[in-house]
């Protein structure tokens, strides 16, 4: 049978004869080889020649074929110098492809296969586009493209600091993590994130927006602290340290304004104990909480109310 079928493609050649490209699958003739290959396993003798080749189907615009001939490459000659590029091309051929996600994790790869590189810096800044595309993108509902979540790009973002934790993108990386942490309310993780950028970047401009917005999440979008005393108070004694910490910040009268919230629920919060206890009859402690409203928050609605309540009980 294979006799047969090698007659038969001596015979086709011999003569001339045209047929098509997928009659016998992928092998075709190489004169230079004198053999039959098939192009998609077939391997180019030096890594030179393969980094060569698979760079003449990009430049064909065949970027797949390419892709494929540079993991090819990095298979077969994994301790080339060639390896590192060819895996960094693909990240390049893959951003071409418009496919950000596989290149931001082709690029990776390059960091964590050959740490020694001086391709680094230039790939974390590649890192930091891709994850910024992906942070400042805005939903849409009918987008051809599916959009990562902002969990998954805060977990790019903690890759480029995992990268170059000191490095020219790490601050903001921390802070944008936290960021996008925020947007899919995951609170604890938004959290940590930001705080990190507190501890460990200090003198970047990004700690004193990281700490604005730990103040300002945790009294907004908390349940929690919209009710709980001790936690209104650790949101006032947060926002008077940033005021000491930052005194010239933008975020001042922001921040002025922040306490006054966390007055007006504290005040809110001891004025429904008081009447707690007053529908309770327990005219003492009903008393006790009443004067406090009045005393601490004089300024706001409850004690305003408190004061009527107090009138009423005297």
Request: aromatic letters at 14%.
């Amino acid at each position: 049978m294979m006799y047969c079928r090698f007659l038969l493609i001596t015979l086709i050649l011999l003569c001339g004869i045209a047929f098509p490209e997928n009659l016998f699958g992928y092998w075709i003739w190489t004169p230079e080889t004198s053999r039959w290959i098939n192009p998609k396993y077939y391997i180019k003798d030096t890594p030179r020649e393969q980094f060569e080749w698979a760079e003449s189907f990009a430049k064909d615009g065949d970027l797949d074929m390419a892709i494929k001939k540079h993991e090819q490459l990095i298979k077969c000659y994994p301790t080339s110098s060639y390896a590192a590029t060819s895996q960094y091309r693909i990240g390049e051929l893959y951003l071409e492809k418009g496919n950000r996600s596989e290149a931001f994790w082709a690029f990776q790869k390059v960091i964590e296969n050959y740490p020694r590189t001086s391709l680094i810096d230039k790939i974390v800044a590649k890192e930091f586009e891709i994850a910024n595309s992906f942070f400042d993108r805005k939903r849409k509902r009918f987008a051809k493209i599916p959009i990562p979540t902002s969990v998954k790009t805060a977990e790019l973002f903690e890759k480029i600091v995992e990268n170059e934790p000191f490095g020219k993108y790490a601050a903001e990386s921390q802070y944008k993590s936290g960021l996008s942490y925020l947007r899919e309310k995951d609170w604890e993780r938004a959290k940590d994130a930001l705080q990190k950028v507190v501890d460990n970047y200090s003198e970047s401009k990004w700690a004193e927006e990281a700490s604005y917005q730990i103040i300002w999440f945790s009294l907004k979008k908390s349940p929690k602290i919209a009710t709980d005393l001790t936690s209104l108070e650790e949101t006032i004694d947060k926002c008077k340290e940033f005021k000491r910490t930052f005194p010239e910040s933008k975020r001042g009268k922001a921040t002025e304004r922040i306490i006054e919230d966390a007055h007006r629920r504290k005040a809110e919060k001891l004025y429904q104990i008081g009447l707690f206890y007053e529908k309770r009859r327990e005219r003492k402690a009903a008393l006790i909480y009443y004067e406090k409203t009045i005393r601490l928050y004089p300024e706001t609605e409850a004690a305003k109310t408190a004061e009527e309540r107090l009138k009423k009980l005297k």
